[in-house]
């Protein structure tokens, strides 16, 4: 047999043992999700706060509990979190809101929050009208070569 042929069999049998074992691995952060999903869901209740503050900061600067500062993985304490300042009650705190929310969570208003101990999972505002997401301005390039996509009719109009 030729060694280029025996290489290519190697690099493939390889590959899929690869393929294999991260179907297995996804499976399983699956089932992991589902069960930290369900536990949110089994403890989640409705609280009327007064958002302060919001930021993506890491999780050691975030001023919440060192208890759960500690339980966290060590490279999950170098990303940043959506983190948000309320107040709920007479008592300030700081809480990690679901990254699909945290745009639409209002700074300075009174809102209706699902709350699952220290996770914002949904945001409804109480008081005044909600404001929509503000959209980042294209500039340059990027610009200019959407609007000739427009124009070529490669994109839908908006």
Known sequence: MPTGLIITIII???M???LVLLYFLGKKAEKKQAEQQAQ???YKQSVSMLIIDKKRMKITESGLPQSV????PKLMRRSKLPIVKAKVG???MSLVCDEKIFDQVPVKKEVKAVVS???????KGLHGKSQAPVVAKKKGFKAWVEKMQEKAGAKPLK
């Open 16 to 18: 899929i043992g690869l």
């Open 69 to 72: 500062i500690d339980q966290t």
């Open 117 to 123: 101990g220290i996770y914002i999972t949904e945001v």
């Open 12 to 14: 493939v049998a390889v």
């Open 40 to 42: 949110i869901e089994q």
């Open 90 to 92: 007479p008592q300030i």
